[in-house]
């Protein structure tokens, strides 16, 4: 099995027994390259999203535009 190209590690801090902040620490080859709150992550993850999906309709429209050919 290869190793992964990504990896991310998860940190929580915790005041009074009650989560107060979580951490997401993104590596990539082992590198890190970006560290950020759990809400940047999203928004982080909904704009990957966004992009692949960006992709995926540039090649639908294109098979679209070949059939009506």
Known sequence: MSNP???IIKSCSYSGGIKCMEEYTI???SKYICT???EEL???RNQLDLALNDQRIVV???RDSDERQ
Do not use: V
């Open 5 to 7: 190209i990504f990896k």
């Open 27 to 29: 590596a990539l080859y």
């Open 36 to 38: 950020c709150a759990r």
């Open 42 to 44: 999203i928004e982080l």
């Open 60 to 62: 639908n429209e294109k």
